[in-house]
């Protein structure tokens, strides 16, 4: 930089500030102020990204309609809140049916519940992996197996949702057919398995309890021997997990009754009861490690 006066470079800041080449200290200027304020701001942006004081009213409208939210205490309902903000600010919501179907915040809000619900036990579990969810309005057609498909989790990270077939899932409430806890049971159980933060999550002990029973229960003579777990469940240890799930939280009373064992084993591996009344009903805040695991945590 040359000081116009003498034709040479300054040789200090103190000589470019007593010169009168206030254009160039006026860009300096700006430009340190620019180098100082964008870290804060994205800082600032990150920050309200994943650590949001409350959820958007937009949503809230539509997470307040959920059976799962309303029988949780305020307190539990404020945690369970901000963490639909956060499962909303961490992804992608994909609309997938041409021109005439929008994304709408119902859609998003009660997509971002169902992933809290299932992952309410684990107060840090985010869903990592998955960073994209695609919403068809109906039942949509896969190319690879040449069937119409509800949904389907994928492992490069994405969750695929029918919207009609989520309402219907959520509409009747306790028949044990959700396909939202259904996929999402699906993309928990992936999650466990890959190395992020998320990582092994699920006690392995009552993993492999689960796999026992799965055992058990498909050397049955008559797998119809359960009026509650549907013939599906038997088709892999992933599907027996997500109908499992679908049962644990539309029907837990009926599940606990036919199943006690099943019922224990996923209530304290998803560590939440829907059954527990009148407890204390806050998850452990500060980890999810299972050397920390006392026990599931109560819904009022
Ligand atoms: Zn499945």
Known sequence: MLNPATGAPYESWQELFASSDYILVLIMFSAAAVLLVMPIFYGIKSYKRFYPRALRPEYMLYVGQMSYYQRLSPLEQKRFAI???IFINTKTFIPRGGKGFVLVPEMIAKIAASAVEISFGFPKMGFEHF???LIYPTDYYSRITRQYHKGEVNVR??????????QDGYAKDDDGINLAIHEMAHALKLENRIENGDYQFLNAQLMKALRDEFQRLSTLQSPAESTLIRAYALTNIHEFFA?????FFERPSAL???QPQLYSIISRLLMQNPLAQNEMSIAPSNSYAMSDFSGPIKRN
Request: hydrophobic letters at 40%; glycine letters at 4%; aromatic letters at 8%.
């Open 243 to 247: 109908v499992l799930c679908e049962n």
């Open 131 to 133: 960073s994209r969810i």
């Open 256 to 258: 606990q009754h036919e």
């Open 157 to 166: 990270g994405m969750i695929v949702l029918s919207w009609s077939s989520f």
């Open 83 to 85: 963490r639909c903000q």
